[in-house]
């Protein structure tokens, strides 16, 4: 298998609360803050990497928009986007590129209105239920779909 360019830039995109976390509902998503979480993508990086997140629908689907033609690859974290934003569904398949949907909790074990997330329709993967350290898992199995795709 071809080695992946050093130059392949992923994006990372967290949506709505996950600034909060490391103090919001600890018994879900742990102890771990989004800072901490980012400096771990940083270490684990071979390239560069756009960290960002936002709690505003419309800022998501811009970055998701903005991705297009510039990263190679896409991890989203669309927390309470997750279950009903077709705005963001739609960003995400007009980006084109691989994309990785994570999600720090196992969503499928959790209640009914956080158990089915829509974006998986365009999703290349999906990563739920390895709390934070999914992150740099998402960000290692990103490299491997490029890497897969060169």
């Not at 800022?59 to 989203?76: C, F, H, K, P, S």
Request: charged share 20%; net charge negative.
């Amino acid at each position: 298998m071809e080695e992946l360019d050093d130059r392949a830039t992923i994006h990372i995109v967290n949506g709505p609360n996950l600034n909060t976390l490391g103090v919001r509902e600890p018994e879900i998503y742990g102890r771990t803050t989004l800072a901490e979480i980012e400096g771990w993508c940083r270490d684990a990086a071979r390239g560069p990497i756009e960290f960002m997140q936002s709690n505003i629908e419309g800022e998501i689907v811009n970055m998701l928009q903005a991705a297009r033609g510039t990263a190679d690859g896409v991890i989203i974290n669309p927390a309470g986007y997750s279950f009903y934003s077709v705005a963001v569904l739609d960003a995400l398949k007009f980006y084109g590129g691989p994309v990785i949907e994570l999600h720090i909790s196992n969503i499928h074990a959790r209640d009914e209105d956080h158990r089915h997330s829509i974006m998986s329709k365009a999703a290349t993967a999906v990563i739920a239920g390895l709390g934070a350290r999914g992150y740099v898992t998402a960000l290692h199995a990103m490299y491997d779909l490029l890497e897969a795709r060169a």
